[in-house]
């Protein structure tokens, strides 16, 4: 059974960090591109981030300079390293593991404010 569990995810101050963890069982995490997408109340799930099987990453403008994605693959684990937090920030975070098939984990809360 393929599972994906995000985790870290908490109410943080303006200013502040969190890392965020997505735990992969069931597949051979190394051979999945892995994103981070969030939701925030109202709007639709876009995407944050993403590493790729070789490591390549990419990161959407809002997040440049303030969010770090990686991977630890002798952990099945993918981070996602969110510094300067900003309100705008305040979302369900989901990670997605996609290569031949996709899943998705079932989200964790961020909440950024004072």
């Known amino acids: 059974q393929v599972q994906l569990v995000e985790s870290g995810g908490d109410l943080v101050q303006p200013g502040g960090s969190l890392r965020l963890s997505c735990a992969a069982s069931g597949i051979r995490f190394s051979a999945y591109t892995v994103s981070w997408y969030r939701q925030a109340p109202g709007k639709e799930r876009e995407l944050v981030a993403r590493?790729?099987?070789?490591?390549?990453?990419d990161y959407r403008d809002f997040v440049k300079g303030r969010f770090t994605i990686s991977r630890d693959n002798a952990k099945n684990t993918v981070y996602l390293q969110m510094n300067i937090l900003k309100p705008e920030d305040t979302a369900v975070y989901y990670c997605?593991?996609?290569?031949?098939?996709?899943?998705w984990g079932q989200g964790t809360q961020v909440t950024v404010s004072s």
């Open positions: 997605k593991a996609s290569w031949i098939l996709t899943y």
């Open positions: 590493i790729s099987s070789s490591d390549t990453t």
